[in-house]
Structures are given as C-alpha cells and as structure tokens.
C-alpha cells in the first residue's frame, strides 16, 4: 500500500489535497473455526455442576505459628473446606450431600458453648497486641496475626470463652478465629500489597480537597484559641452594662429574640445615641461635662438609670408660647355674623365627622352656597388638626438578654467554627461521614472498583475453588458465598486502613475503601448518582455492622442481609464471540397441553422478566451473572398443581444489522420443513465454494405462510434469495431445574 502524499494548492485557505490515494493490494481475513450464534448457542449444554466446585480441602494438621492441630471434629480428619465466591446451591442438594457440607461448616460447634481449643490459642494470640499496650513483656515481644476488623468494630480483643457476652460470636470473632475466613482475608490482604502503589496513587488524587481543608481548619483552630483566651480576658469578663457598651458595634449583626440587638435597643427607653463612640468619650470618668454637669457616673451608669427611669433621656417636649388653638380662633370670630350654639361647638376634641353633622345656621349671611362652603373649609380644618402622631410606648431594655445573646455570638467557640464552614468547601462525601464539624477532616478514599477482578488474576482457584470442573460449552447455576465475600472485602479495608496510616493518609483506618466486588457497570446508567451507586453494592459500610450480626448477614441488596444470589455460569465462546448478546430471567408458567400434560413455558407478563444485577468474567471463557433469585425460587415446584413453575434463563441474540447465511449441520440433516432450516449441508456446497442456484433444487416438507413465496431453483431472484438465507435472530431459554443438582 502506497503512503499518501500531500501538496500545497493554491487558494485562500491554502487546503492540502493529496495527489496519491491509498489502496489495498491485497486484503485477507478469516472467520471463526465454529458457527454463527445458533450454532454456538446449541452447543452450550444445561447441566447441574460438579459438587466439588466452590470449595477444596485445607489441611489444619500443622497450623503454624505455635497454635494447635484442629483434631476434633475427628471424622473431618484434621481437614477443613476453604470456599471461595460462589458455591453449589446448598437447598438444592441431596440429604447426604448437605450433612456433609453442614459438618465442614459447623466444625467449631461440638464444644460449644466451650470454644474450640484452635479458637482459643488463636484469641490468645491475637490479643497479644492489647497486652503488650498494658505491660511491655519481659522477653522478645511476638508479631501477632491481625485482628481484621478492629478498627471498624472498635475492639482490641477477642473473647470466645465468654459466652455471657452476645458479641462473643459475632462476625469479628467468626472472621478472626475461623482459618478458612481468615484465609479469606488473607487474600484481601494480598491483593492490597499487590496493588498498594496503585490504590495510594488513586488515594491521594481523591484527597486534594481535603488537605487543603484541614490547613484552613487548622489555621482556624489556632484562631479560635487565641481569640478564646482574648474574649475571657476582655470581653466575658466585663460587667453587663459595660460589655453591652463595648459590643455597640456589632448589634446590627447580632440576633437576639428574632430580632437584632439594635432594633431592641431602638424600641426601648435606652436612646441609641448613649452607644455611640462620642457618647462614651464624653462621659468618660473626668471629662470635661462630666465635671461641668457634677456627675461623676461613667456611661454605664448613664445608660442603666435610664433603662431604670430615674433618669430621663431628654424632657417632654411643651406647646410652644404663642402657638394658637381652636378656641383662640373661636373667640376671635366675630359673634354677631356666628351663632352663639355654633361658638361654643368649637371644640378640639371633636372629629371632622361630628363638624359635618352640624346643621348650618339659616342666618349665617351669604346665602347656602357660602354655608356650605364654610362648612366644608371647617371640616378641612378639623381634618388636618385631627392627625395625630402616637408617641410609641417603649419599654426598659433586657439587658441581661441582649448581653448574653451578644456574648454568645461573639464567643470564639461559636463565631469562628461557623465562619469557617461557611468558607471551607468539603465534597459531600466527606460531609456525610464528618462527627465532629470542626476538626480535621478524617476523609477515606473510596474505590468503586470490582474487586473480583485483582482476586481471580491472583488466580482463578482462589476466586472459584475447582472451577476447572466446570465442563467447556455448558450453562449451570451456582449461588453466592456471602461470608467469603464479606471476609475478604474487610481483609481488603483492613490492610488498605494499615497502608493510609504507614503513608500519613489524613484518616482514622475505619473507612470502607472497598464495598463492590462484583461488577456492576452493565446495571448502571452512563452517569450514575451517588444513591444509584450505593443501592448496588455488595456491603454496608464495615462500621456500621452490628456487634451482634454474624458474618454472613451483610448483603448489602437484601432486606435482611443474608440471602444467596442465584448466578448464572457459562462457558464457552459464545459471549466471546458475542459479548453484545442479551441474558435475562424469565418467569416461567405451568401450561397444560391438549394430552392432559403440563409444561413450562415463558410468563409473557409484564414484570416477568429479570436483569442480572452484577457480572464477573474468569479468562478465557467463563462468565457469571447473578440475579436477584434464590436457587428455591429459580427451581419452582415441580409439582404443577402447586403453581410455582420457577424460572427460565433466557439467552437472545441482540437484534441488529440483518445477517445472511445459512445454518452449520453435522453429518446428514433432515429434510427442512421451513426456509429457517436450511443448512449448507442441504446443498451440498464443498467449503469455501459459492452458490449456484442452477445446479441444486430445494423443496420444502412444509411450504406454508410466508415461506410459500420464496422457491430455490435456477429462476430463484434476489429478493426470494434474500428471504431464503435471513438469518432470523436467535432465542434460547433454559430452566434453571435443569441446571441443578
């Protein structure tokens, strides 16, 4: 293939055209050694898997590290079942099957309420650590195991011997004195040592925003000690009339009793001017009118005979000399052209409506029309004499009240705290988790990364014990371990909180950095809220565990925390060659054909259908989803007349860009009855050979509906051809009853 080379044209935007364009010589590909979808799909085979998967033997012969063979239950022979993610539906197995699995896990029970001889050398060792806080030892100290969990639960020690405590046999204690949870851990540990440079890395890059926080809160911090001991000092310390004084110019900012101080001072017998600066500079002890006047009483004084009457603000202001009133006028009206009755009517005490009621005297000279205009000039007259401006009645001030709601907004404690939340932006996340508001944050990252992932590429039996059982092109059911999940993931928080602490990481190791192990993008919308994220992960946060819950019963998308999930397994290369393809479960419905016979088939109801909420893959070939089923509700009944037919697991190939083709056949197919049947075996087409329509004739067994417009014989046009080799898309559903045990 040649390059393309580029020359400068003319022009005004000087564009470059290129002279040689590039071609293919020769281009080649190849298609996959199996078929299309169908084909693919009809080699996956619906079986229970093997029991063994999920679990292999542990030797506890020779624990190590000085603590005791686990010798009893005896017929375990000194071995345990170390498990992993997922395991064999444990109701779906037989009677036998379950004691077996029952006595594996309930190994520590023959000596209860006594614990097991292994748990107590184990709870020995383990609170080593508390005991060296209390006393230094007197020889070499011993490197004790960790205690997973302790910071989340708060605890330095574990107690399987008292059985008076209910939290003696809680998760802490299962996880830290079971070997298989401790492995389980172990493995969270490992995965963090793997990866620590990583996870620090995406660690701080979170974290910016905090430290830039904490100097601000820090600063802040020494802000409020120093202005604490200045206020006791200066401020608390002061009388109250003279703190109310001193604090005059921050009243308009203070509220006290829902309004500010100084709209209470305006609205008492206190003038506002005795808080002014020139005020307190003129009454100052031996001012110059302090002397003059003879008072030797500071402005404290001042203000507090006011607010107590003796001592009036300024005198009450009298009717200026010479000023004139009605009855002035009245008795410079000439008597002889007014009425003696209408005279002595003159009154200031009456109202402009008692004036209209007057009848006009019929002697008054000018006739009506100046009656009436006098009379109406008298009721103007007496309406605006009449207005009157209230004096409004003010009250002695609270002094103690407005002193103490000054002080209290002033008090550094309160004052600089508050200012410094409303400066000091912190994301939400580190918000919601905040105890004390005015303190160093103690943020934790958080990583929304699908830990299955670092567990299987560790290896695969560590995140599937046997999972080489499970056979190539098969489809089978298994369900979640959720005490394996939740070990490991404390294991992962236990060892990532020792990680933040070794490099100064501002938190206090109780974060739940991890909470997602499996996958849950494909559920999530393209850009999820934070609710969305937290309603699909797989635990709560550790330290909000109970003290009185078992490990086990912290499922984060249950109610009550401890129900398996049904997961979906399936091997083979059809999701690697069609990862788009559509996996659901449907709800199945018992229908009775025409013998008298009952068979399941698809509920087309709205809301039979179910997602799967999680998703995790093992390299090359096996995928697992889960859903929100139990094995007990997968399988149903299979009693018809008990109505509940389970459900199906439904494998669709996505409907896309139209495909043509024709279907793979081993050996001699059957006639086809339909034009879907169709197979290159049918033709007789030697590989890698084209068609020819006038060499080969095909008739169908049943050429009904639309099949009857299409025929294959050397007149067959383009479109009868088309329809012939559609490759129509592919359903295909599988009840679970067939893949378990």
């Not at 000039?377 to 401006?389: G, I, N, R």
């Not at 002080?407 to 508050?418: F, G, M, N, R, V």
């Not at 490990?551 to 249950?558: N, P």
């Amino acid at each position: 293939m040649r390059p393309a080379r580029f020359s400068r044209r003319g022009g005004r935007g000087g564009c470059r055209l290129p002279e040689c364009f590039p071609y293919y010589h020769r281009f080649r590909f190849r298609t996959g050694a199996l078929g299309d979808f169908e084909q693919l799909v009809k080699l996956l085979q619906p079986q229970p898997v093997d029991k063994r998967v999920g679990v292999r033997d542990m030797d506890v012969n020779h624990p190590g590290s000085g603590l005791p063979a686990i010798e009893l239950p005896e017929q375990l022979a000194g071995v345990l079942k170390l498990g992993g993610a997922l395991r064999v539906p444990l109701d779906s197995l037989a009677p036998a099957d379950q004691e077996e699995v029952l006595a594996y896990d309930q190994w520590d029970e023959e000596l209860y309420p006594d614990p097991h001889p292994f748990q107590q050398a184990m709870a020995a060792r383990l609170n080593l650590a508390d005991e060296y806080q209390q006393q230094a030892p007197a020889g070499d100290p011993v490197v004790t195991s960790p205690l997973y969990g302790r910071w989340h639960a708060l605890t330095r020690r574990v107690e399987p011997g008292n059985t008076s405590d209910p939290t003696s046999r809680n998760w802490v204690h299962e996880l830290n004195l079971d070997p298989r949870f401790r492995v389980a851990a172990g493995l969270g540990t490992r995965v963090i040592q793997k990866g620590q440079e990583d996870y620090m890395t995406a660690a701080w890059e979170q974290v910016g925003e905090v430290i830039a926080a904490n100097n601000q809160l820090r600063l802040a911090q020494v802000a409020k000690s120093v202005s604490t001991c200045l206020y006791d000092k200066h401020i608390a310390s002061l009388a109250t009339t003279d703190a109310f004084l001193l604090t005059a110019p921050v009243h308009r900012r203070v509220l006290s009793a829902g309004v500010t101080v100084h709209k209470r001072v305006a609205d008492s017998v206190v003038p506002s001017a005795v808080t002014s600066a020139q005020f307190r500079r003129l009454t100052r002890p031996g001012a110059t009118i302090m002397k003059r006047l003879g008072l030797a009483s500071a402005a404290s004084a001042i203000v507090e005979a006011i607010n107590a009457g003796t001592l009036p603000a300024a005198p009450a202001k009298p009717r200026p000399d010479g000023a004139g009133t009605l009855a002035d006028v009245a008795g410079h009206l000439d008597a002889a052209n007014v009425p003696k009755p209408h005279i002595e009517t003159l009154d200031e005490r009456q109202t402009p409506k008692q004036i209209e009621e007057i009848e006009p005297s019929p002697e008054y000279p000018g006739g009506d029309d100046a009656r009436k205009a006098f009379g109406q000039a008298l009721v103007d007259v007496y309406t605006y004499t009449s207005v009157e401006f209230k004096v409004p009645e003010k009250s002695p001030l609270d002094l103690a009240g407005v002193v103490a709601s000054t002080l209290e907004a002033l008090d550094p404690a309160t004052s600089i705290p508050k200012r410094t939340q409303q400066t000091v932006q912190l994301p939400a996340w580190v918000q919601a988790d905040m105890v004390e508001t005015f303190a160093p944050v103690m943020a934790y990252p958080v990583f929304d990364l699908p830990m299955y992932k670092p567990l299987s590429e560790l290896s695969a039996e560590l995140f599937l014990p046997q999972i080489h059982l499970i056979p190539q092109n098969s489809l089978t059911l298994l369900e979640t371990n959720q005490k394996f999940v939740e070990a490991y993931m404390v294991g992962l928080d236990h060892e990532m909180g020792r990680e933040l602490l070794w490099r100064e990481y501002p938190c206090d190791q109780r974060g739940s950095y991890f909470r997602q192990f499996w996958d849950v993008d494909s559920v999530l919308p393209a850009s999820p809220q934070e609710a969305e994220r937290e309603a699909l992960r797989d635990i709560p946060k550790i330290h909000q565990w109970s003290k009185l819950s078992e490990l086990g019963e912290h499922d984060h998308r249950e109610a009550d925390g401890d129900a398996a999930q049904i997961v979906l397994v399936v091997r083979g290369e059809l999701l690697k060659r069609y990862p788009t393809a559509v996996l659901y479960a449907q709800k199945a419905v018992w229908h009775q054909k025409p013998g008298g016979a009952y068979e399941r088939r698809l509920d087309p109801a709205p809301g039979a259908v179910r997602v799967p909420l999680f998703e995790a893959k093992v390299d090359p070939d096996i995928y697992f989803l889960g859903f929100d089923l139990t094995a007990a509700d997968a399988a149903g009944d299979p009693d018809p007349l008990q109505g509940d037919a389970g459900w199906f697991f439904v494998i669709q190939e996505r409907p896309g860009e139209p495909r043509f083709g024709l279907d793979e056949a081993e050996d001699s197919p059957p006639p086809p009855q339909t034009w879907n049947d169709l197979t290159w075996a049918h033709l007789g087409t030697p590989s890698g050979a084209s068609i020819n329509l006038s060499q080969t004739s095909i008739t169908l067994g049943n050429p009904g509906g639309e099949d009857a417009q299409a025929s294959w014989d050397a007149n067959t046009n383009s479109a009868e051809l088309a329809y012939i080799l559609y490759q129509v898309p592919v359903l295909v559903a599988v009840h679970a009853s067939r893949m378990l045990p």
